[in-house]
């Protein structure tokens, strides 16, 4: 028996290839096929099924590719509807590959068809559950993305008796495979591992320590920050099938000169700029949006940016054809090109970001800078700078338009990557003054700023 994890750190997705006697089977693959196909001619494999957990909202799932590359059958729970050829397995049915046997098991509650499956070694015992976005590390899936189609409290009704039926019989030693880590917005507060066991996840996961249904209820639905848009054209896009993404990255991988670059600008297309913080602030084209390749890419597009807005890159050079694809993971296909040459070919107006280091900030805030902290609401929580107002980079920019964009202020995250993506928004709005902090929250923690936390003050040295 051989399992390895595929974790792709932009989107926190974990997919899984499980191989025995020649015969492997891959569960949730992203959408490009190449890590699967390459793992299975190394190992000297046959993929013979792909299973879907569900019809997943955070990315497009690389399902359909693989499985016309392979003739690898697709499998999904039941309760899922499909525009392309499935096998709709029945709850409790079995799945031989090579001398292991894989076991649905339905486990409505984040979708209607979730379902996860319990995998048995080579002498029939449970070995480990692959839960897709039921059963996360720390956590459960949301209960609220059906776009209106069910209510959240009858997703969570469900994914109670899901968990206490399915999953919390099983033994203690069983392992725990989930479909994302900590970042993800498929659940409010993954833990970081990527793997646990039953037993462990019966002692420490909050959902499964519910006293009552009603109970768990409120946990799972409480305190739910709003789905990125995306979410709910990527479901619609896994229901119902795509185009290769050869074909996509392909098509959008286009070097544009400066001047059809220009005009396809004022057409209305927004450019996204892929290159690090650092590079970004020392020049950039104006109204351009920073969400950096060394970050959660995908999953701050997917935030900010309509999957329906005609998008044009600025990329480091070499970078291209990365930016593409890892837009393309999450369904954003209308990239109408790159600018040839990067930014050294821009000769037109520049614009720039003003950063300092953190021990400049008591000068600034003596000068009636004021504070914007642009961090998510649970670090927020924990600790913040003393007076500093709370905007969330998710929320932007409807959230600054009520400021006084000709006012100074200090925009900070926990270590410059969102800072700077929102400073690029803010400026997209025509707020003149805004100043970036190298290296964040941690820094000012690090400079002695006046911090708040539980409602004490704490003056870090």
């Known amino acids: ?121 080579e002498h029939g015992k449970e070995h480990s559950i692959f839960t897709g976005d039921t059963l996360f590390v720390g956590d459960v899936g949301r209960p609220d993305l059906l776009d209106g189609k069910m209510k959240p409290e009858e997703l969570a009704s469900m994914l109670y008796d899901s968990l206490n039926q399915k999953i919390k019989p099983l033994a203690d030693d069983v392992i725990v495979y989930p479909a994302h880590g900590a970042g993800s917005a498929c659940g409010k507060n993954i833990g970081k591992e990527t793997f646990s ?152 107006k520049i614009d720039s970001v003003h950063s300092i280091q953190p021990a400049k900030m008591k000068e600034e805030l003596a000068h009636g800078t004021e504070v914007i902290d642009v961090r998510k609401p649970s670090e927020w929580a924990v600790s913040h700078v003393k007076g500093a107002m709370f905007l969330p980079l998710a929320q932007m920019p409807s959230n600054v338009l009520h400021l006084d964009k000709n006012k100074p202020y200090i925009v900070h995250c926990g270590g410059g990557y969102r800072s700077m993506t929102a400073i690029s928004l803010m400026k997209r709005e025509g707020f003149t003054n805004l100043t970036n902090i190298y290296g964040g929250f941690g820094a000012m923690q690090n400079a002695g700023l006046e911090i708040v936390a539980e409602e004490e003050v704490i003056v870090s040295r």
């Not at 799945?95 to 996860?116: A, N, R």
């Not at 450019?271 to 920073?290: C, H, M, W, Y």
């Not at 597009?301 to 050079?317: A, K, M």
């Not at 890892?326 to 930014?343: C, M, N, Q, T």
């Open 1 to 121: 028996m051989y399992i390895q994890q595929l974790y792709t750190n932009c989107l926190a997705e974990a997919a899984y290839y499980i191989e025995s006697d020649g015969e492997a089977a891959v569960i949730d693959p992203i959408r490009e096929t190449e890590p699967y196909l390459e793992l299975a001619t190394t190992r000297g494999a046959k993929i013979k099924y792909i299973f879907e957990t569900h019809f997943h909202a955070d990315f497009v799932s690389g399902h359909i590719d693989l499985s016309k590359k392979t003739g690898a059958t697709i499998i999904y729970g039941p309760m899922a509807e499909t525009k392309y050829k499935v096998h709709n397995a029945i709850d409790g049915e079995f799945f031989s590959v090579g001398k292991l046997q894989i076991k649905v098991l339905h486990t409505p509650g984040h979708t209607p068809e979730s379902s996860c499956y319990l995998l048995f070694d």
């Open 197 to 348: 066991t039953v037993g462990e996840q019966k002692k420490f996961n909050y959902a499964l320590k519910s006293p009552s249904r009603e109970h768990f209820v409120k946990e799972v639905t409480e305190g739910i920050l709003p789905p990125p848009h995306y979410f709910f054209e990527d479901a619609r896009i896994n229901k119902d099938g795509y185009s290769s993404v050869d074909e996509v990255v392909k098509k959008n991988n286009r070097a544009l000169p400066v001047d059809e670059f220009v005009k396809l600008m004022n057409d209305g297309a927004v450019v996204l700029d892929t290159r690090t913080a650092d590079d970004f602030e020392k020049g950039f084209i104006p109204s351009s949006i920073n969400i950096g390749l060394n970050g959660q890419y995908a999953v701050w597009v997917g935030t900010l940016i309509d999957i329906s807005q005609p998008i044009l890159l600025v990329t480091e050079p070499g970078k291209e054809h990365e930016s593409i694809l890892r837009l393309a993971r999450i369904g954003y296909e209308k990239v109408l090109g790159h600018l040839s040459g990067g930014i050294s070919s821009w000769q037109n």
